[in-house]
């Protein structure tokens, strides 16, 4: 189940992608019956849905879902940024510096290779930076969330904000790691919003 979930989460399985069962069970190489339990539970995790006579399609995101992560990451990473200020060593700020090279400028484009590249640097700065805040509750709420929220996460991924989040943490300065961390995310959230909306009006036309 990890394979599909992760597919649909990283977009190798596109939002309205139907899914049967025979044809999972092909490309996966396993039998109908893991692949029907595993349907059934990422339906519960709602990232498919079950049509009578037509199997289970991947689910589009919604606004609210957007707000709610985005609202979470703020509050927690937020609260990361200002504790890692303190705690991060030397050679953490300097790893942070490292994985700015990645976030300078867009080269990808929504959902192909390149992105996902960017995404895997972008999710290592942002990890390194939960762990800096020295408490392991708070860094593996970040872990989860970040892991679980991977489709929001791309269509909000925004460039160009890690330099001056690694300036407030070189500088020791909470308030201002925070700052910049929040007005990070809340960047994101702007750009996954904009991208909702513009699916929504295709969709429309």
């Known amino acids: 189940m990890e394979t ?11 939002i309205g992608e139907i899914l049967l069962e025979k044809e999972v069970a092909a490309r996966l190489s396993v039998s109908k019956t893991p692949v029907r339990e595993a349907l059934a539970l990422l339906c519960q995790e709602g990232l498919v849905q079950l049509f009578p006579r037509r199997g289970y399609v991947v689910r589009g995101l919604s606004v609210q879902e957007v707000l709610d992560t985005f609202d ?6 937020g ?40 995404m895997l640097h972008s999710l290592d700065f942002h990890l390194i930076i939960a762990r800096g805040s020295r408490n392991q509750l708070l860094a593996t ?29 070189r500088a020791r ?7 910049a961390m929040e007005d990070h995310i809340l960047a994101g959230r702007r750009l996954a919003l904009q991208t909702l909306a513009r699916s929504d009006d295709e969709i429309a036309s």
């Open 4 to 14: 599909l979930r992760s597919d649909i989460l990283d977009q190798r399985i596109p």
């Open 72 to 77: 979470l990451r703020v509050i927690l990473e």
């Open 79 to 118: 609260a990361a940024a200002e504790r890692a200020a303190r705690h991060l060593t030397a050679d953490e700020l300097d790893l942070l510096a490292e994985l700015c090279e990645h976030d300078c400028c867009r080269t990808s484009q929504l959902g192909d290779s390149a992105q996902r590249e960017d």
């Open 141 to 169: 709420d970040v872990e989860r969330l970040l892991r679980a929220s991977r489709r929001i996460t791309a269509i909000g991924f925004t460039y160009g904000h890690h330099a001056g989040i690694v300036d407030a943490l």
């Open 173 to 179: 300065d909470p308030a201002a790691s925070r700052r």
